[in-house]
């Protein structure tokens, strides 16, 4: 049977730190499915379908990984693909509890579909999706953080003129 792992995230946008956890989720699972969940609590910048045309491009040369997006319980869309496991990244013992109370209650729901944790990178141990776009609203230098189209899609939103 295959192993597939849902990793799912708002991804807005896409960092090092989240391309990191993917593609080593990619060397175990046969296939790493990245899927854009839309937060309705977050206002995002990206839409959903920018998200995920950003995704995709970041991870054009990891064969086993394709992108999808869901709306509603992470645990039904993960059993309706046949997924064996979720994939999450932490950075810090704070991300820790929180996930913890997450990785409960889908266990909860979905008993027999595992969670995965991977330590982020100690070089992306600070780095998140919030603090990309704070730098890069105020002009600064985030190319080190994020994939090449993603620092441009930042540029692009922060120096369009807003109408």
Do not use: W
């Amino acid at each position: 049977m295959k192993r597939i792992a849902v990793c799912p995230g708002s991804f807005d946008p896409i960092t090092l730190g989240h391309l990191d956890i993917i593609k080593r989720g990619a060397r175990v699972f046969d296939e790493v499915i990245v899927v854009v969940l839309n937060n309705s609590a977050k206002n995002s910048l990206f839409t959903l379908e920018e998200r995920k045309a950003l995704i995709t491009e970041t991870t054009s040369a990891i064969p086993n990984v394709r992108v999808d997006s869901f709306s509603g319980l992470l645990m039904d869309y993960a059993k309706k693909i046949n997924a064996s496991a979720i994939l999450r990244g932490l950075r810090a013992v704070s991300d820790f509890e929180y996930e913890m109370q997450i990785t409960a209650m889908n266990k909860k729901l979905v008993d027999e579909i595992d969670t995965f944790f991977v330590m982020t990178n100690n070089q992306y141990s600070f780095l998140s999706s919030s603090i990309v776009k704070e730098v890069a609203k105020y002009g600064g230098n985030v190319k080190d953080l994020v994939p090449e189209c993603v620092n441009s899609a930042l540029t692009e939103k922060f120096l369009k003129p807003q109408v």
